[in-house]
């Protein structure tokens, strides 16, 4: 207990650590956090002008090309700069401390990728400021609408747009080169790769698919660079470029982008609902290797964003089978989580509360999932709204749920210091019912035909607009408390334990924060990562009061 | 209360550390099992950016699939009154030049493992004077060609093909050139060499990547 009260007052007066360089992989990690939760600010607030625009049918609170610039910006902000980052940073945190090493293999390297990171969102930024606005061509920016900038402005929103992504694309697969490496390497002595916990497991497939997939992403911006500012024609239709390459190189990384923002999503599920289930994770093995099933499927699937781009019958027919086989493994993940629950102690603090939210909205999410791979379905909503609520069940109500579950889970861990359990509570009621209510309206919406991507809408679909609107602003509200209550905590909330939670785990072994080289001395791993309720394995922790 | 018996999972006989032992043992060094934390910084290192360099060449590959679908979807590959780019002897000089320096920077690190700096010394500098060679000669290449960046499908693909490769073998160039410098710090390849080794991976997959845009771009007749 000394040594850990001692460990507080060390980090107290470091408070100010996460504003500097360091290659310590706990700071990067927080400042990766604290970075991207700013970025999410920004990304709802432009959600939240979308809707304020779509309460009513005319197009009159922004004007055209402005909308056009914030749904993009929008879209771009949110995967780019606060999902992916935002997991980057939690792996960052979590797989030093859970495979018992001292630090990531490249610590340097870390730190690199993190500090290119605020410079390019910056810059993406700044492009509000231009005078055409920042790019107007949605976040897949297809050719080629993205080249329709107004010529003879070099530096225009697209150039922007372009070279902050490169410069995050870069960022991502140095930071995935420095994972996939500490994850084979600096693993501590018995930690086998049986014995790794599944978040680790959905780390590295993660970290996997980046290496494979977002290269591709980066030759389709270096070739959609040169057609927009250096004159040459690889996309341009009109000089017998060909615009769908694009879109087979954006999809080949963008579809993956999916399961690299969702699979660290299962893992924080795979973390939290044994530990408060006090259950062993049911199919352990199955679920790892879950993981690396899902990233290798999500490779051979992207044509399913194309179907209505002039692709040939067997191309659509290869890849709604390929489409739908993701379902496998997804559901072998889904049946895992839910026989954990099953007959388990429930207890229903905050973190249980979101990531037992987040995995219930993750199987409406893939049920729409798998309904939007048969071709003639997709071909019939194609475009419309039914798309968008889809995949924002996917990304906010189950990677954004599984975020939060992850900031409760690990809060006591990264600062010393318990969350209030009320505004936790709180907090997740209100995203819970936010979220659906914004997102689910999109669904018959979609079905009725009513298009993505417009700012204005025919009068019959003001009903479920509405209500779309009052949940986006219900969530606005909703981060209120959890900012509160994180930075209240953080300075005055109660000291927490080692394990406050009682979970297994190598993380929840060392002090709460942890010491700078996160354990005193490397630890011998006997054990399986998930050992709730066997009395072999019981969880003892002597400085627990 | 049944479900204990789940807990043992981790017993089950695919173990990785069993795989591991039969792995042949180049591969074992490369790959280390869970048994203990890596204390090997080099083979981390040349691990870590052996991943790299994987991951690198995506980008070569995505540009190489725009160019094979451009070129077999477009009716009028070249444009009226451009040539394709010639495969004359001195593209082919320069191409040997780069492809034998593969030969040359092997027994250079090879000459460092066994600490022969001087060895090492005078083959880096041939190795960087074949890099030179093939950038400047590219550079010649490029003069000499009667197509500009924006003449069609056909200047597109080639600059940013040539172009793309060209920037990695000048990195590559500067990579040796500062490793040839730091040879002069006394006792600095003393325990370990990584940046060396690194360069050498790196150099040989330029090799191999010019290979690829080499046959496609000169050997693929219109």
Known sequence: MTHNIENLSRSES???????????????????????????????????????????????????????????????????????????????????????????????????????????????????????????????????????????????????????LLIIGISSIMGAVNFVTTIFWMRAPGMTFFRMPVFVWSALSAQLLQLVNLPALTGAFILLLFDLSFGTQFFKPLSEGDPIIYQHLFWFYSHPAVYIMALPAFGIFAEVLPAFARNPLFGYRSLAIASLGIAF???????????????????????????????????????????????????????????????????????????????????????????????????????????????????????????????????????????????????????????????????????????????????????????????????????????????????????????????EEIPIVNRPPYDYGNPRYSVIEPDDK | MQRRDIIHIDESPIRFERLHRRLPKKLKRFLPSGGGIAHDHHGKAIFGFTVFLLSESIIFLSFIFTYVALRLTTKNWLPPGVSAPELSTFVVISTLVLLSSSFVIQPAENALNRRNLNKFRLLWLITICMGSYFVISQLIE?????????????????????????????????????????????????????????????????????????????????
């Open chain 2, 142 to 222: 490029w003069r000499n060609l009667k197509f500009g960046l924006t003449t069609g499908l056909v200047g597109s693909t080639f600059y940013v093909l040539t172009g793309f490769h060209g920037l990695h073998v000048f990195t590559g160039v500067i990579l040796q050139i500062v490793m040839l410098m730091r040879s002069f710090i006394r006792g600095n390849y003393e325990d370990g060499h990584f940046g060396v080794s690194a360069t050498t991976l790196f150099w040989h997959f330029v090799d191999v990547v010019w290979v690829f845009i080499f046959s496609l771009l000169y050997l693929w007749r219109p």
């Open chain 1, 14 to 164: 470091e408070q100010w650590q996460y504003l500097r360089f360091s290659t310590d992989h706990k700071v990067i990690g927080v400042q990766y956090m604290l970075m991207t939760f700013f970025f999410f600010l920004v990304g709802g607030l432009l959600a939240m002008l979308i809707r304020a625009e779509l309460i009513t049918p005319a197009s009159n609170l922004v004007d055209r090309p402005l909308y056009n610039s914030l749904f993009t910006m929008h879209g771009t902000i949110m995967i780019f700069l606060w999902i992916i980052p935002f997991n980057a940073g939690l792996a960052n945190y979590l797989v030093p401390l859970m495979i018992g090493a001292r630090d990531m293999a490249f610590p340097l390297l870390n730190a690199i990728s993190f500090w290119m990171l605020p410079p390019a969102g910056l810059l993406l930024l700044s492009s509000f400021l231009l005078p055409n606005g920042p790019a107007k061509a949605g976040w897949w920016s297809y050719p080629p609408v993205s080249l329709q900038f107004p010529p003879g402005q070099f530096i225009n929103g697209e150039f922007i747009w372009i070279i902050s």
């Open chain 1, 297 to 519: 499927v999500s490779i051979f699937v992207w044509a399913h964003h194309m179907f209505t781009s002039a692709t040939p019958g067997w191309i659509r027919m290869t890849f709604m089978v390929t489409s739908m086989l993701v379902a496998v493994p997804t559901g072998v993940k889904t049946f895992g989580w839910v026989a954990t629950i099953w007959k388990g102690k429930l207890h229903l603090e905050t973190p249980m509360l979101f990531a037992m939210g987040g995995a219930a909205m993750f199987i409406f999410g893939g049920v729409t999932g798998v309904m939007l791979a048969t071709v003639p379905f997709d071909i019939h909503v194609n475009n419309t709204y039914f798309i968008v609520g889809h995949f924002h069940y996917i990304v906010f109500n189950t990677i954004t749920m599984a975020i939060f579950a992850a900031i409760y889970f690990w809060f006591p861990k990264i600062t010393g210091r318990m969350y209030a359990e009320g505004w936790g509570k709180l907090h997740f009621w209100l995203t819970f019912i936010g979220a659906n209510l914004t997102f689910f309206p999109m669904h018959p919406l979609g079905l009725q035909g009513m298009l993505r991507r417009v700012s204005s809408y025919s009068p019959e679909y003001q009903g479920w607009n509405i209500i779309a609107s009052l949940g986006a602003f219900l969530l606005g509200v909703s981060t209120l408390p959890f900012i509160a209550n994180i930075v209240g905590s953080w300075l005055y909330g109660i000291k927490a334990a080692n394990n406050p939670w009682h979970a297994s785990g190598l993380e929840w072994t060392t002090s709460s924060p942890p010491p700078r080289d996160n354990f």
